[in-house]
């Protein structure tokens, strides 16, 4: 026995089809879909109790797979040593390195 289906269009996923002519309603709803995910949730918080410890997270899981174990582990004793203000100004640089900004 055949499905006959009651529609054209594929079944794909809606994420990047708009749901509305106004940009506005999408900005909307692309915002509330986004709140509702619950590791987008995470890092917020995580981000607002303590954002020099995420902001390391965040740069070092782009690292790690750059970089052989050996040197990963150099890289986090070097970060352990180094001043609060000295680690915080060298994240910031490899997170917009990493992001293409520097």
Known sequence: MKRISGSSKSKRS???QKVSDNPHINFLLTKQAKL???PYVQAIDRSKTD????LERRV?????PKLSLDSFKELQKALNAMS???RIDYLHTM???LNGRG
């Open 14 to 16: 809606t994420g990047s």
């Open 36 to 38: 509702c995910k619950a």
């Open 51 to 54: 954002p020099i410890a995420e």
């Open 60 to 64: 070092m899981k782009k690292l790690r």
């Open 84 to 86: 609060a203000i000295d």
């Open 95 to 97: 997170q917009d390195k």
